[in-house]
């Protein structure tokens, strides 16, 4: 699994991107995690920061961020897609 925070690097997208490393480590899984601050990739995603992609689809974005526990559930969706 391949996971992209997109964000500058605001209080937001940090969180977000902090989020994600726990949620993966809550829900006992790997993936490759990036933090993207390149604004013309984070354009070809959304339009607005933070977002969240999570193997090339895009799983949410903008304000206000999504829970701890919303986030595991984005994660673990995705992993079940790739089991099956």
């Given at each position: 699994m391949k996971i992209k925070v997109l964000g500058p690097g605001c209080f937001f997208c940090k969180k977000l991107h902090e989020m994600t490393i726990n949620a993966?480590?809550?829900l006992?899984?790997?993936a490759e995690v990036e933090h993207v601050h390149d604004w013309?990739?984070?354009m070809r995603?959304?339009?607005a920061t933070p977002g969240l992609v999570i193997d090339g689809k895009v799983k949410?974005?903008?304000k206000p961020l999504?829970?701890?526990e919303r986030v595991k559930q984005l994660i673990r969706?995705?992993?079940e897609k790739g089991a099956s």
């Open positions: 993966l480590a809550e006992d899984l790997a013309k990739e984070i995603y959304v339009p949410h974005y903008g999504p829970s701890l969706e995705e992993a």
